[in-house]
DNA sequence: CTGGTAACTTACTCTCGGGTCACTTAACCG
DNA sequence: CGGTTAAGTGACCCGAGAGTAAGTTACCAG
């Protein structure tokens, strides 16, 4: 029988609860932002209390670190290891959709995290949000620039611009993402490729 | 001399201090969210204090509304006028982004209240949001399906989300205009132009 | 079976921000 | 002028959520 007990220890290792909690962090921060996330219900959604977590992370700002920098290495990871294998510009924005959507298929609002504007303006977040989003500005950056100039574009600015556009189209599918739980990695690839392929004929 | 009292009237017209109230509101909102932004902060950016803020519009809820109203009104009316006119369906992005641009351009953070997700899940800030939400992705419906169907994509489920992807892409175009002061609304649809047709070829 | 430690909780404190009360000053009208 | 009203404030209340102190239970080594 395991009845769960209201006090004492339930054997759950700490390094297997703590992976609940950062999962669990990463869906109230993803959802609601840093400001609009409340501690006690992270600990509630993993069936625990808020001592623990603070135990285990310290404060607000060490868990949201802690999901931070998990979405935000295993992001920039991806990314560099898509675009570090090269190919025809115009294939490279589906390839990286492609590796994004795989690495964070059963985590998809671990994206978020890396663009929450609810962060406060100074500290050690926003100093590790700002250079995970530097990092993912630069492959943007360099694609942007690959794509433009093959199409004779090459004011610097445009390429600014459509550098951030394509981090702003990638969280709208994930967004979208989102709210549509039987979409699986591959299905949301087909039809990324499908509706670039008929769209702009890349 | 028209050294600043601390108290008494400063001779300043309800409607006037309403109109400076919620403009501050708009940035604040925009810039930190529904649950980000502090009361104090915008009453003090105006220069006055939360007392009057609160009698002039009652609660949190209710000078976010007013915000909210103010820019969804201009933005649905906007491109409620655009989209009549008709036209080409590729030709269609452009008019609705230049409607935008023209009539959000000293008011930029205003889009953003339409898309906040920290605002609170239930209530009357959710419901005018969703409503204003829900008639942009009416329109949004409306010329992803005219631009797919005239390119022989014709799943109801891709138009969805291209439809998204759109309200993404308008998102982030204003977010990277709001750090760039200095480009206006005509330098901004020119920009748009120039990408779009090197790009896709519209 | 016993002592130590890791996994937990109950029951607090404290700060910040939404919201309010009672009051003060200026403008306007007769 | 004097009285009314609109514009405005300082000082407070209170609830929610971050963070903590001290205790409770279970497991394990000897």
Known sequence: MTESRAVGTKGMPRE???AQL???G???FGRAGYSGASMAEIARRVGV??????QYFGSKDGLYLACLHRAGDRLTEGVATTMAAGGEPDQMPLKVLAAIFTTFDHDR???RLLRDTTVPARG????????YRRRLDTFALLGAT????SRGLADPV???AVAQVWTGVVDSLISWWIDRPDEDAAAMTARCARIMGGLFGW
Do not use: F, G, M, S
Not at 49 to 54: A, C, E, I, M, V
């Open 16 to 18: 297997e609860r703590e």
């Open 22 to 24: 950062v999962v669990a």
């Open 26 to 28: 990463t869906e109230e």
């Open 49 to 54: 209390t808020k001592p623990l977590l603070y």
């Open 109 to 111: 609002y671990a994206w």
């Open 124 to 131: 050690d977040i926003a100093a590790a949000a700002a250079d």
């Open 146 to 149: 690959q794509l433009l100039t």
């Open 158 to 160: 445009d390429i600014e």
